[in-house]
């Protein structure tokens, strides 16, 4: 019997480092879809996130952990199994698979963003725990800022290729300038 191996979604693709960029995979622990019921009682389920839910284009934090607008009524639980209390108050639908997150990096991040998104990626517009749904070139992302020059980018697992090849074209353009 062939004996499988569990490999990270950037596997042998990452990390990559191209002027003062990098990018490099990010293990966000367990990622959970939170999808509230209708009529979820806002203060029961922050108290069952052990955060609040985000407002839209906004990421809640406790610790570690995190809570990610994804879409209008979703966010993904990031860095920690959901409560078993979670699933009287939302759909709750663990996605850990199913994603590629990566870390971008380095002064000029925006810059390279600006390449491949349609979304005002420039420090003054994009705060620290801002987040967006968007296209990254023809792929939906959530992209994330974390802090001052690093932005946390997720797509679905099967375009992380994709993804890293759009990356590396973006911070290529970006390194040229300088």
Not at 12 to 24: K, N, Q, R
Not at 56 to 69: I, N
Not at 145 to 153: A, H, K
Request: charged share 20%.
């Amino acid at each position: 019997m062939d004996k499988l191996d569990a490999v990270s979604a950037c596997a042998g693709l990452l990390p990559l480092t191209i002027g003062a960029l990098s990018v490099e995979e990010l293990d966000a622990g367990l990622i959970t879809s939170v999808t509230p019921f209708e009529g979820a009682s806002g203060s029961e389920l922050s108290r069952a996130l052990g955060m609040s839910f985000p407002a839209p284009l906004q990421t809640s934090m406790d610790g570690d952990a995190r809570c990610v607008w994804v879409g209008r009524g979703e966010a993904l639980l990031m860095g920690r199994p959901a409560d078993a209390n979670l699933g009287k108050y939302a759909a709750v639908v663990d996605q850990s698979d199913a994603w590629a997150v990566v870390t971008l990096k380095g002064e000029g991040g925006a810059d390279a963003l600006a390449r491949l998104v349609p979304v005002d990626m420039r420090l003054v517009a994009f705060d620290v725990g801002a987040t967006v749904r968007t296209q990254l070139g023809h792929m939906n992302a959530s992209i994330t800022r974390l802090d001052g020059d690093t932005f946390m980018i997720a797509v679905f697992r099967s375009v992380a290729g994709t993804l890293v090849h759009d990356l590396a074209t973006a911070l290529e353009a970006v390194a040229a300038r300088g």
